[in-house]
């Protein structure tokens, strides 16, 4: 029977000294590429066999490219995993959207339903009240029938402004005056719960976005500060313009986050107010999605909570 190899019969183990080099094509990190090099080398291998190579060298040079295969192997494996995962995250993620836009497309329909009973009943409300203007007791049944109606209008509102998917209209406007008119349209609120407010907005700083929606973003952040401080405290508003991009942050002085709440802060629906519609926090969430930024939730190190709207630079610079 003829050998297999017929150079490796003819040269017994390190008869020659005369090596041929089978050195393995270097690539780098161990990436997929890697396995080209191996196949050439192991089709080439009976054709680069000479008359002068030994079994060892041929040995040598197999348990190398063994080794790196199975190198290979783990790479790939734990790349298929990777993206495995990152696959689940953003099947997660589109099935969360697609319920998210069912819900919204109900929540539309009912809040422009309910908005348009409200204001024929608070008209009515007004015509009642100027006929019992000298009736003390019914007006002040009145009043809480108004308050009543306030809030479902706020509620309606919260609905409308969540489920509208405009994109923002970018301006450039200055962020000062913006918080102004936030606390000034708050200020007899702030003064009955007895809230310090302490804005730091460098003067004439500028910011391209959307005024009105960041402003309902501020808006819904304050009044969840507001909530958060029953009994008083103090409110800071801070605002910083980097090369990286624009924060503006709203801290407050109450208890606090737990982990649960930072976790669900932002998803739609999620209150821990007992009267609270849970969309104040998904709408800045909104906002902050569609001018590509985000919004985060923290606690501060001498207590209460911070929520800070990040915009970044590249954004407002493809937006100008």
Known sequence: MEPRYPALAAHPRGGSQNVMDLTIPQTTNSSPIETAGIDDLVSQLPERLGPDVDLETVLEAWHTATVRLERTH?????????????????????????????????????AHEVRNNLVPVSLYISLLRRRLSDDSGSCDILTKIEAGFTALDATVNDL????????????????????????????????????DVDVDVPPNTLLTADREMIRRALLNLVLNAIDAMPDGGSLVITSYDNARGFE??????????????????????YSTKQNGTGLGLAFVHHVAEVHGGTVTAVNCPDGGAAFTIKIPRRAMRAAA
């Open 74 to 110: 783990e790479t790939l494996c734990g790349e298929v995993a990777r993206l495995t995962k990152e696959l689940g995250i953003k099947n997660r993620e589109l099935a969360r959207k697609n319920r998210l836009a069912d819900l919204g497309q109900m929540a539309s329909h009912v």
């Open 160 to 195: 409308l402004n969540f489920t509208a998917h405009r994109q923002p209209q970018w301006q450039t406007f200055v962020v000062g005056d913006l918080v102004n008119e936030v606390c000034e349209s708050l200020e007899p609120q702030l003064e009955a719960q007895m809230i």
């Open 248 to 269: 503006l942050e709203v801290a407050d002085t109450g208890p606090g986050l737990t982990d649960e709440i930072k976790r669900r802060a932002f998803e739609p629906f």
